[in-house]
């Protein structure tokens, strides 16, 4: 694991740069508690950031500095030396981690899936209200449900809640694991299996950033870290990355380990992604299996892009897929076919 984390500057504590909001706050929490479990006798405490993104908390992301927004000022306090490693949601970070940190830890990732408070979708009357502030969720549940109409929704997750109390939303779409993580798992009345909403990447995963060049902050966190869940997080960011989006633009992306396969391998992945209009009138979703992480999401990019029409949506057709996508695509889809393995994509109409 490298150095022993209870041999460093014996006196000080273990420093974990989070926002202060109550769900932030249990996160890192969470990942204290992992900590201290891996290592007794550590000291962790919390080092509490006000983010851009917390105090305009009313303002629509994109407006606002879209992907990153929640993140900056927390990687800042590690960068700084205000902190040893910051803990965020993962669907918060952008693709590209800055210079001087690394993506040191994932844990155990949370319920990835997207739930409803309020009525469950097939409740939903026709020209029903739902609150969403997400294009993504918004462009998901136009293509199904055309009739919707969509309601502005900022601020913590208390807060979003709220909005029900006054009867004029029927419907507001939040993050299954963050309602589990406050305690408020009985508020869902749906949840919506990927089938139907596809997450944001890294939703339901933690990231755990620390200095790249501190060893024993790498060697700590080493200890709670997840494969399976890094891995997946790894395939996931490099889609977004390939696609150069953000949470402005309807897109989506979900890893998960292909297990029970007969003659498939332990690291195998399978990769789901989405691309919309943002009106949700076209959809394209496909899907690629790999063991790579980086190529995967690479390929997947380049696939749905290039391959099930994606770069004919408004807006998409400019989207700079990673440099050599292509090539990585050609070549995952000759060993997924190797392997009796291929990718899946289709055109969705409206109400699919």
């Known amino acids: ?24 706050r249990w996160q890192a929490d969470h990942v204290a508690s992992l900590l201290r479990a891996a290592h007794p006798g550590l000291r962790v405490e919390p080092v509490v950031v006000r983010t851009r993104g917390d105090l305009l908390a009313g303002a629509r992301l994109e407006e606002i500095g879209g992907q990153g927004v929640f993140a900056k000022e927390v990687q800042q306090a590690v960068l700084a030396r205000d902190a040893d490693a910051a803990v965020h949601s993962a669907k918060d970070l952008p693709s590209v981690t800055p210079d001087g940190l690394r993506l040191a830890a994932v844990p155990p990732r949370g319920d990835p899936r997207d739930a409803l408070a309020g009525l469950p979708l097939a409740g939903l009357p026709p020209g029903a209200t739902v609150a969403t502030g997400s294009v993504r969720r918004r462009a998901q549940l136009a293509n199904l449900r055309p009739d919707l109409s969509f309601a502005e929704l900022r601020g913590n997750i208390g807060r979003r809640l709220e909005r029900l109390s006054d009867g004029s939303i029927h419907a507001v ?23 139907v909403m596809l997450p944001q990447v890294g939703q339901g995963a933690l990231a755990v950033e620390c200095r790249a060049d501190d060893e024993v902050a790498l060697g700590a966190l080493a200890a709670v870290d997840d494969q399976v869940s890094h891995r997946s997080l790894d395939a996931e960011r490099a889609l977004l990355r390939s696609l150069a989006g953000s949470c402005a633009v309807p897109m989506a992306g979900l890893a998960s380990p292909v297990e029970g396969r007969t003659g ?21 979703r496909a899907s690629l299996l790999g063991e790579e992480p980086d190529e995967l999401g690479a390929a997947l990019a380049d696939y749905l892009l290039h391959d099930c029409g994606g770069e004919s949506i408004e807006g998409w057709g400019t989207a700079p897929a990673a440099e050599g996508a292509r090539a990585v695509a050609a070549g995952a889809a000759a060993a997924a076919a190797g392997a009796g393995v291929l990718g899946t994509g289709v055109l969705d109409a409206p109400g699919r």
């Open 1 to 24: 694991m490298g150095a022993n984390p209870l041999d460093w500057r014996r006196g000080r504590v273990f420093r974990l740069a989070t926002r202060g909001s109550p769900l932030a």
């Open 173 to 195: 779409v939040v993050a299954k694991a963050a309602l589990d993580r406050l305690g408020w798992t009985g508020r869902a009345t749906d949840v919506l299996p990927p089938v």
């Open 264 to 284: 498939g391998s332990a690291r195998l992945l399978r990769l789901d992604g989405m691309l919309a209009s943002g009106d949700g009138r076209v959809l394209v």
